[in-house]
């Protein structure tokens, strides 16, 4: 009965801190991908976007 409660304490977790860590790049990460992208901010924008859409499947 434990091993089923934890397994699902622990997915529900992750699933948390997933989401909490996708949020926060998407707010603070733009400033680091202009840089990697020496500038284009066109491009570092679509990355971060990109980077957000893959977690609102989960979100939702």
């Known amino acids: 009965m434990c091993v089923p409660v934890c397994y699902f ?3 529900v977790i ?8 996708a949020r926060t790049l998407h707010r603070s990460g733009r400033v680091f991908l202009v840089d990697a992208f020496h500038g284009d901010d ?5 990355v971060n ?3 957000q859409s893959t977690v ?4 939702s």
């Not at 992750?14 to 860590?21: F, H, L, N, P, R």
């Not at 609102?56 to 979100?59: K, Q, S, T």
């Open 49 to 51: 976007s990109l980077q």
């Open 14 to 21: 992750s699933i948390a801190v997933t989401v909490w860590v």
């Open 42 to 46: 066109a491009l570092a924008d679509s």
């Open 9 to 11: 304490s622990y997915l």
């Open 56 to 59: 609102e499947p989960v979100r």
